[in-house]
């Protein structure tokens, strides 16, 4: 910690429209009102989500008796010379990490443990997160002491902004020579200050209780007493009983599926998941040590795949979620309506033949789809008018929940068929391989993550999954069936990586596979439209 002739430092990082401004503002008024010299700046930025502005406050710890000199602050932060580095998501915590910002044997982290993702972590085909354990691995080896904690659900159950959250973060810290009462006068100065004051208390009562739970722990540890886990037995769920006869990994992502059946569609449907996942299980099961030694990792990543393959999205489903009384919630709460206050919300669909034909016996959807594809072929645009339906009237609401309750009619649409015709060929491709070889089923379960978004982008996934499965899965030119597995896991991490499909044909060639089939795309030529002809000048 700095001596006594050093300022306390303080690096904030906050992203766009978070209040990072008006919590400098806050520390710095707090500061002057504690007697102490104090000087804060921002120093804007692009970070990886863009928007992202740092601000950086030094305050010295003593008060100034009459005609003292007054200290000289720097106005930019100093790698290796913080003390208390806050940041409001946990990536941007770990990118200051990197710069510099923070030791081991001196710098105090508050940060976030929610992420917001970036654009190359949006734009991956597969799961390009960063996962956060590396992260947070990262924050314990470069601090002196850390506080980790969910800043946006306090932020969203005190309806404040963030930054009130990381005020009481930043006073329950200890680091500054400024008592709560301080704090607490500033917020209560603030026309934000309601709400703002509860954000402030949650964040200072999590944070307070964090350290004595942490400060117990130790103490315990060193008398050489350790806490002792609580054996009160968890009541048993109905749920629970249910999945008994399932492998106790597999349970949880299982729960989860069953639940999201129930609400997609129906019991029936969601006894059908089940029966999936339970044919999954007893073939990966004959494969017993392997299996157990790796907790049924096939059937937990079928389970998860399937569950979201099973709910695809068709206009029924959008409709359902955005008529749902919990959106409608959240999206009052995110605009912040004031009681008495109107609020007008307004949806924007543009269904196309493909949705309208989802819904429809296979005969008229193929006839529909066919006279769409002759249009198109003819120079035509691709039939899908742009709807702007109120959700706040009443005709505008009945008609998207009059939408949503069709999906009594799910199971006899043309989508419907085709795709249980789809997810059974490759349930039969995993239970095969899981039973040959436990790699090889692992492997091909995992291919399910290629099955995402909707539109173009869910049937090119298909189209790669059916490719591996028919040309890979079962081929027969492989040597064992642990060289089918590497070529398998080659092939959909080729597909993840690259949405055009290039690097998966690279990968099946090397293996003496077919490439993918080139899809037909209507060209259109359009007249270049001249520019308009200049008036001649009149005459003098």
């Known amino acids: 910690m700095p001596g006594p002739a050093q300022p306390i430092t303080i690096l904030v990082c906050a992203l766009g429209g978070e209040g990072g401004g008006v919590l ?74 990197g710069l510099g910002m923070a030791l081991a044997n001196r710098t105090t982290i508050i940060s976030a ?44 159950e005190s309806g404040t902004a963030v930054s009130a959250v990381m005020l009481g973060a930043i006073a329950a810290s200890g ?57 009160t037995a968890a009541p048993t769920t109905g749920a629970k009983a249910d999945f008994a ?26 006894r059908l998941y089940l029966d999936r996942v339970r044919t999954i299980c007893a073939a990966e099961a004959s494969q017993a040590g392997l299996a157990l030694a790796n907790d049924f990792a096939t059937s937990r990543e079928c389970a998860r ?54 819904l429809l016996p296979e005969a008229v959807a193929t006839r529909l789809r066919s006279w769409d594809r002759k249009r198109q072929a003819r120079g035509a645009e691709a039939f899908a008018p742009a709807l702007k339906i109120p959700l706040h009237g009443i005709l505008g609401f009945a008609s998207l929940k009059i939408l949503s309750s069709l999906r009594w009619l799910r199971p006899h649409g043309s989508r419907y068929q085709e795709e249980q015709v789809l997810i059974e060929k490759w349930l039969a491709a995993v239970a095969r391989g899981a039973t040959s070889n436990w790699q090889l089923g692992q492997e091909l379960a995992l291919c399910g993550r290629l099955i995402k978004g909707y539109g173009s982008t869910n049937e090119q996934g298909k189209n790669h999954l059916l490719h591996i499965v028919d040309h890979l899965a079962a081929a027969a030119f492989f040597s064992g069936e642990e060289e ?57």
């Not at 729960?255 to 969601?270: K, S, T, V």
């Open 484 to 540: 089918r597995a590497l070529a398998v896991r080659d092939a959909r991490v080729a597909a993840l990586a690259d949405d055009s499909g290039k690097a998966l044909d690279v990968v099946l060639s090397s293996r003496g596979a077919p490439k993918t089939e080139v899809r037909e795309i209507p060209i259109k030529f359009v007249r270049q439209r001249q520019p308009p002809k200049a008036e001649p000048a009149p005459a003098k």
């Open 113 to 156: 443990s929610t992420r917001t993702l970036t654009t190359h972590e949006r734009l991956h085909m597969g799961d390009g997160r960063v996962p956060s354990e590396p992260l947070l691995a990262a924050i314990s080896r470069h601090s002196l002491e850390h506080q980790v904690f969910d800043m946006a659900t306090l932020a969203r």
């Open 245 to 270: 006869e399932f492998p106790e990994a597999v349970r949880p992502t299982l729960a989860l599926g069953f639940a999201r059946m129930l609400d997609y569609q129906d019991e029936r449907y969601a």
């Open 305 to 358: 795949y399937l569950a979201l393959w099973m709910a695809f999205d068709d206009i029924v489903r959008v409709a359902d979620l955005k008529s749902r009384k919990s959106r409608l919630r959240r999206v009052r709460d995110e605009v912040k309506v004031k009681p008495g206050e109107l609020l007008k919300v307004y949806d924007h669909f543009r269904p196309g033949i493909a949705e309208v034909a989802a």
């Open 175 to 231: 680091v500054l020579p400024i008592s709560r009462a301080q704090f607490e006068r500033v917020i209560a100065d603030d026309v934000r200050g309601t709400a703002s004051m509860k954000g402030f208390a949650a964040a200072y009562g999590a944070l307070t209780r964090q350290k004595e739970s942490r400060d117990f722990v130790a103490s315990a540890h060193a008398v050489g007493e350790a806490p002792q886990p609580d054996t």
């Open 24 to 97: 400098t503002e806050w520390l710095v008024e707090a500061a002057r009102l504690a007697g102490l010299p104090v000087q804060g700046t921002s120093v804007p930025g692009v970070a990886q989500r863009t928007g992202s502005t740092t601000y950086y406050i030094e305050v010295y710890p003593h008060a100034l008796d009459a005609g003292a000199k007054r200290p000289v602050f720097s106005l930019s932060p100093v790698p290796g010379a913080i003390d208390l580095l806050v940041s409001s998501e946990l990536l941007e915590t770990v990118r200051h990490i």
